[in-house]
C-alpha cells in the first residue's frame, strides 16, 4: 500500500517523461482505482491549479473517450486536472474538429500517448444495432454512420446479440485508432516513437481499463474521408 501510494505521488511529477512510461503510469493509476475506488484521490490540487494557471497546460495524454456520463477519465486513471487533453464524442468517433485537437495536443505539448477508451455497455454503439426506420436522428445519424462499419464487420463474425455489442464496441475503437494514426502531422511522432496510438477499453462495473495490443492492422475496412 505505502508502495502505491509513493508511485501515485511521484505519480505525473517526475521530470522527464519517457515514451511508454506515461503508459505504465497510467495502467498504475487504473490498478490503484480498481483497487480503492471508493477512496480514490481527489481530481484537483489546488497548487497545481494556480501553477497551470500561471504557466499553462501540459498535459501527458491524449484520452479519446465517450461523453457517457459514467465515465470520468482523471478518476479512471487516478490522475488530476491538467494530466489529460480529453476529446469526447458519444462512440468516441472523430472527424476534423477532433482531429484537429489531437494535432494540437500533440504538437503544443508533452504528449507521448494518445488512448482511444471505449467502454461497455456502449449507447452509441447499442443504437447502431437498433432499426431506426422512419426516425429523424437529426445529427445523431452522422454518428451512427461512423460507427456502422464496427458493427457491419462484428455481424460478420458472430449471431449472438451479447457477443456481437462487444466485437462492435471493440471494432470501433480500433477504427477510431486507425483514423487517428491517419494524420500527417501525426506521422512522424509515431515514425519515431514518439508517440503511441492505443486502444482500450473501460469496464464500467468494475472500473477496469484493459489496453489493446497495438500491432493489430484495424479489422474494419473504411474509406471515408476524413472531411
Ligand atoms: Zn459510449
Avoid at 123 to 136: P, Q, R
Avoid at 163 to 186: C, F, G, M, P
Amino acid at each position: 500500500m505505502r508502495k502505491i501510494l509513493k508511485y501515485i505521488k511521484d505519480f505525473f511529477t517526475s521530470e522527464k517523461i519517457e515514451v511508454n512510461s506515461t503508459l505504465e503510469r497510467l495502467k498504475e493509476g487504473n490498478l490503484y482505482f480498481t483497487s480503492y475506488m471508493l477512496h480514490a484521490a481527489p481530481v484537483s490540487n489546488i497548487e497545481k491549479v494556480r501553477e497551470m494557471a500561471a504557466l499553462g497546460q501540459d498535459p501527458h495524454a491524449v484520452i479519446v473517450t465517450c461523453s457517457d456520463a459514467r465515465i470520468s477519465p482523471e478518476r479512471i486513471f487516478n490522475a488530476e486536472m491538467g494530466d489529460f487533453f480529453i476529446i469526447r464524442t458519444a462512440g468516441h468517433v472523430v472527424g476534423p474538429y477532433e482531429m484537429g485537437s489531437i494535432e494540437y495536443a500533440v504538437t503544443h505539448s508533452s504528449v507521448d500517448v494518445v488512448i482511444v477508451m471505449g467502454h461497455e455497455n456502449c449507447g452509441a454503439v447499442k443504437s447502431c444495432i437498433i432499426d431506426h426506420e422512419g426516425t429523424d436522428l437529426g445529427y445523431i445519424h452522422n454518428i451512427l454512420e461512423e460507427v456502422q462499419p464496427s458493427i457491419d464487420k462484428a455481424r460478420q463474425e458472430t449471431n449472438n446479440d451479447y457477443d456481437l455489442l462487444e466485437r462492435a464496441e471493440e471494432l470501433n475503437v480500433y477504427h477510431t485508432v486507425a483514423k487517428i494514426k491517419q494524420s500527417k502531422i501525426l506521422e512522424p511522432y509515431i515514425n519515431s516513437g514518439k508517440l503511441i496510438v492505443i486502444g482500450a477499453k473501460y469496464g464500467i462495473a468494475t472500473g477496469e481499463v484493459t489496453f489493446f495490443d497495438d500491432t493489430i492492422t484495424c479489422p474494419v475496412v473504411y474509406n471515408k474521408k476524413i472531411d
